[in-house]
C-alpha cells in the first residue's frame, strides 16, 4: 500500500483539492493500492473544507463535504510514503518540523500554487485547475507509467 500526503497551510483548500482529486481519479483509472490524505502546517483538527474548495470539486462531482481539517504530526508525516506541498514554504516548513521525512517531501507543481483562502470562485477554479494538472502530470502520470493501474 503506498500513502500519498499532500500538505498545505489549513488543510481547507489547496490540499483538499489535491486529496479528493487523486482519489476520485483513482477510483475512476481502478487503480488500487493507493491512498491519499492531506494536513495542514498551521491549522486546527476539525475544520471543514472552504465553500469555495466545496463549490469547485462539486462542478467536478466531487464530494468533499464530510473533509476535517487535521494538524500535520510526525506520525502522519513519517507514514507517507510520498508527501507533495502545495508551496515551496510548506515544504520547508515540514523539512524543518520533520528532518527524517525531507527524503519523501516534494513540491506538487514546478512552482508554489497560491492560496485561495477568501478569494473569488475564480480563484478558487484557477487553483483547482493547477492543482489537477500537477496532480495528473506528476502523480497519475508516473503511477501509470509504473504498471501499477489495475492491480
Same mark, same amino acid.
Given at each position: ?24 481519479? @483513482?477510483? #475512476?483509472?481502478? %487503480? ?5 490524505? *492531506?494536513?495542514?502546517? /498551521? ?5 471543514? =473544507? ?6 469547485? @470539486?462539486? #462542478?467536478?462531482? %466531487? ?5 476535517? *481539517?487535521?494538524?500535520? /504530526? ?5 507514514? =507517507? ?18 528532518? *527524517? ?51
Amino acid at each position: 500500500m503506498m500513502n500519498i500526503l499532500f500538505i498545505c497551510t489549513g488543510n481547507t483548500c489547496r490540499s483538499v483539492m489535491a486529496e479528493y482529486y487523486i482519489k476520485d481519479r @483513482l477510483q #475512476e483509472l481502478e %487503480i488500487l493500492g493507493i491512498t491519499a490524505c *492531506s494536513a495542514g502546517v /498551521t491549522t486546527i483538527d476539525g475544520m471543514p =473544507a472552504s465553500q469555495g474548495t466545496l463549490a469547485v @470539486l462539486e #462542478e467536478v462531482n %466531487i464530494d468533499a463535504s464530510k473533509h476535517r *481539517s487535521r494538524v500535520l /504530526t510526525r506520525e502522519i508525516a513519517e507514514t =507517507a510514503d510520498e508527501i507533495y506541498a502545495l508551496a515551496y514554504g510548506h515544504m520547508m516548513t515540514v523539512n524543518n518540523m520533520f528532518p *527524517s521525512v525531507k527524503d519523501k517531501v516534494r513540491l506538487l507543481a514546478k512552482k508554489s500554487i497560491p492560496d485561495p483562502i477568501g478569494l473569488s470562485l475564480e480563484e478558487y477554479k484557477d487553483c483547482f485547475d493547477l492543482i489537477s494538472k500537477a496532480v495528473e502530470t506528476g502523480i497519475i502520470y508516473k503511477i501509470n507509467k509504473s504498471g501499477r493501474g489495475k492491480e
